[in-house]
Nanobody, 118 residues
Framework: QVQLVESGGGLVQPGGSLRLSCAASGITLSIFSIRAMGWVRQAPGKPRELGARITHGGITNYADSVSGRFTVSRDSAENMVYLQMNNLKLEDTAVYYC?????????WGQGTQVTVSS
């Protein structure tokens, strides 16, 4: 059974930083059938939007709203996916979900809350 467990969310002031972690079990992130992994976020009253992703080949993509501030990375040996978030803004407040896109299915974590507030 595949499980993705996020951690690292919390309350931070504008301009602060957080690092989200996603621990994967029941699946090996380094195998060729994993197309991509990353982070999707959902703010209150808004649809989910892609925050950042990294492909099997290591190519990264970012939403325009987070480009230059967020960095997605992976540790294949530890089966982990990370999201380093710097210079956080009020509009970054959302639930952040880790996901893994496999060959035949996508997997999602339960989400971790990030609140940016002064």
């Amino acid at each position: 059974q595949v499980q993705l467990v996020e951690s690292g969310g919390g309350l931070v002031q504008p301009g602060g930083s957080l690092r989200l972690s996603c621990a994967a079990s029941g699946i090996t992130l380094s195998i060729f059938s994993i197309r991509a992994m990353g982070w999707v976020r959902q703010a209150p009253g808004k649809p989910r939007e892609l925050g950042a992703r990294i492909t099997h080949g290591g190519i990264t993509n970012y939403a325009d709203s987070v480009s230059g501030r967020f960095t997605v990375s992976r540790d294949s040996a530890e089966n982990m996916v990370y999201l380093q978030m710097n210079n956080l803004k009020l509009e970054d407040t959302a639930v952040y979900y880790c996901y893994v896109a496999g060959a035949g299915a996508d997997y999602w974590g339960q989400g971790t809350q990030v609140t940016v507030s002064s």
